[in-house]
């Protein structure tokens, strides 16, 4: 059972460049999320899906898009990468229902945009 | 202002000691708060959840929430160098995945 599973791990891009990053759950979760984590700063949200077809924005959403490919896989394209977008960003996923479920994170994806 | 704010620290302890941990907030909205634990380089896992106000043990953590005050606390006893880790508070209006989170608290627990 691998959870939440992120590809790539790390990632050098220039300025400009267009790239998605990937990220699918083995755990039948309707919910999922996609966070970027910044020094001093916590986890952001910036979109996440509260069930497959369902997309929305969250905190900090503005250079990035979205596809709820299925319901497992949920993944985060940047257009035109800026230097502002250097982050690592973690997916994770949670079950929907009427009370409080865990969300699950995965390992993460360092970018790098020079 | 952020919504919730947490001392980055970093914390350095010897083992054996208390830790505690704190973040306080602003939106009274927060009903579900938790406590994340990140290793070098790896996601964030889950270390406690607490509903409302109330107080949590497990084990050598105890999470406290005093939604008066918009104070949450985690304490770590007989705190072990494997604790040495960044420690996330975390919450949200709402029972799923859209949190906000801390900062985050590097802590050391030197042996």
């Known amino acids: 059972n691998a959870g939440v599973t992120q590809t790539p791990k790390f990632q050098v891009l220039k300025t400009g460049q267009s790239m998605t990053l990937q990220c699918a759950q083995d755990m039948n979760h309707n919910s999922m999320y996609w966070y970027r984590q910044d020094p001093g700063m916590g986890l952001r949200l910036i979109y996440y899906?509260?069930?497959?077809?369902?997309?929305d924005k969250g905190e900090v959403p503005n250079g990035y898009n979205v596809s709820r490919l299925n319901k497992r896989e949920f993944s985060l394209r940047l257009e035109s990468a800026a230097p502002s977008q250097t982050s690592v960003y973690f997916c994770a996923s949670s079950e929907a229902g009427t009370g409080w479920t865990e969300a699950f994170f995965g390992q993460g994806t360092r970018l790098t945009v020079v | 202002q952020k919504e919730v704010e947490q001392d980055p620290g970093p914390l350095s302890v010897p083992e054996g000691a208390i830790v505690s941990l704190n973040c306080t907030y602003s939106n009274s909205a927060f009903q579900y708060f938790m406590w994340y634990r990140q290793y070098s380089r790896k996601g964030p896992e889950l270390l406690m959840y607490?509903?409302?106000?109330g107080n949590k043990e497990d084990g050598r953590f105890t999470a406290q929430v005093d939604k008066s005050s918009k104070y949450i606390s985690l304490f770590i006893r007989d705190s072990q160098p494997s604790d040495s880790a960044t420690y996330l508070c975390?919450?949200?209006?709402?029972?799923?995945?859209?949190?906000?989170f801390g900062q985050g608290t590097i802590l050391t627990v030197h042996p």
């Open positions: 607490t509903y409302s106000s």
């Open positions: 899906s509260a069930s497959e077809g369902t997309t």
């Open positions: 975390a919450m949200s209006p709402y029972s799923n995945g859209k949190l906000t």
